[in-house]
């Protein structure tokens, strides 16, 4: 036992010295570590991981419009919200969680006929303080434009008799609407003033029917402008409806355009086009964007985010961001598109790379600036809406 | 989760079944006298124990370098871990865990962290109980979505453990997780958070 008791002892003492080596081998080893870790640990993430954890919220779901639908348009009117999805819907504007009221149960219904009646709502807009929206028959071989006013319904044919329906636009109290003859595949461009009446703008065989328009203001009068109108691979532009004709000197687009937006507060006009690029003209000529790869870029709008104007540009896979400052304006010259949520500074999202907005087909922006709401319409994801809360914008589902 | 959870139950109990007088693991330990003190040597360099351990993460909060507490929005999460130590001398190991940990966001992302630490434990006993004080330090895989960061991490913490058999024990861990996310260049700068989380969980311990 003695010698049992001594031995151990014994290797205590010899190992003790051993210990201190290793513990030091070890201090180094691990203070080693930590240096590689702070070497090593700047991964270039497009966010920061904690932060994004700490700026993620619930999207909020309002749960009464489907989540699966196409929206192609949405507008206030009112005290409404209207949207086009495959029926005609609106909800109050007051907060967020109004249901959305399918158009048959509007009042006034008794007054519906014809594609109305059975069919299906692919475009509206407002126009003159009244609802106007494309319907097709069920089968789609019908087609008719409806007003609804005075909760009632009543069927526009006037100048429209016999055509095929597809899109409408409300731009500087005209309304445009694209059509074609029954069995045609050359589309026309017709226009109301009244919108009781059309008549034929004279432009037409389109390779693809309207798809966007805005109006730009001459810089000396507001009340005189130019009009601007998209379709598939030509940009017509005039200061009357009457008096359209192809613009020149504007950007080519291999695979089409996408959409023209002007910001009033810019003095911009903006172009986006199916190859990815967003072209700018500030009235000294055009620039031209970075290339968003692999996406074909649709509609635009603008929001005012801290000192900065926004342009957000609809996409085949969510949207960008072209972030200005109010104070420079923007140098055409140098135009980026990015991506919402990488970098450092968020403008209109804190929680869109982390929904199904962000890879969904965008087909319309819409600002309610009274709200300081941003609607973004999906072909398959619903209706997304942007809105400021506690000092960050994000987005939640309508 | 429900069937690993009965499955480590029925591991503790087997080894509660199975196990032999543990004070009699006191008396097959060596003895140091001095000055007539008899000091019990229970571990010495080169002895081994290897644990497992499963439990819960708990998300406290992420600090914000420039100031302020913020809430991580996390759920309670799991944790588990593989464990190696080896004794330097009787009150002191060192050893190296392997982990792994999640919890969920809001938006149902998972987020993945899996530490790979060195620690190193100091024993306080009375036997058939053990208390380690332990501090681990090393690198965390932090990973969400398509996100990946590779940083450090500190888990001071202390445990309990209780010798069943002198080959086999349990126990319990309390652990803080402090996980820094920093970037030194770049537009993540300002982005810096502290992860601050916190572990509990069950330890199966074998000596050898």
Redesign the interface.
Known sequence: MET??SS??R??TT??G??DM??KT?SI??FA??L???L???????????????H????EDNKSLDNDITVTNIERFGDYYYISAGNLYRRDTKGSTQKWVRHSEWPGWDSATGELKDGLCTEFTVFNETIYAIFYSVDGTETGLFQYKGNEWKKIENGLTGLRLDKILSINQTLFVAARDSGSSSWKLYFSRDGESFTDTGIGDFFRPIISGTWVPDTAATDSGTFYLVTGKKVYSGDDPENLSVAEDFPSADNGYGGIYYSRALKVLFLSTADGYVHANDGSGWGTSNQAEGVSLTDMEELNVDDNIVIVVGSSNGYYEIIVAEETGLDKDNIVLRIPGT??YYSTNI?YL??TLSSAVILKFYRDEEKDYLFGCTSGEGLWRNQQANGYRLWNRE | MRRVFILFLTFILFLFLSSDNVFLHAQDN????EDGVVTL?YY??GDQMFSINLGLLVPLF?HNPEGGI?????SLGGVGSLEWDAF??NN?S?GGELGGGFTI???K?V?IMIPIT?K?SYFIRKYPFEFPLFLS???CF????D??????IVKPGFSAYWNITPQWAIGINAAYWWVP???????????????NFAEFSLSGLYHF
């Open positions: 049992l008791q151990h002892f290797d205590y190992f003790k051993n210990n290793r513990i070890a080893f691990l570590i930590l590689l870790v702070l090593f640990s700047c991964e270039e993430n497009s966010i920061a991981v904690f932060y994004s954890l700490e993620e919220s619930e999207v970098g450092a929680n982390n929904t | 060596d003895e140091r006298e040597q010495s360099l992420f913020t809430k991580t929005n996390l330097l001398n002191l060192l966001s809001p938006l992302r987020l060195v190193m330090a090393g690198i932090t990973k969400l979505d996100l990946l960061y590779i940083g450090p996310e920093f970037y030194l260049k770049g537009n993540l700068k300002e982005q810096a958070r502290f992860g």
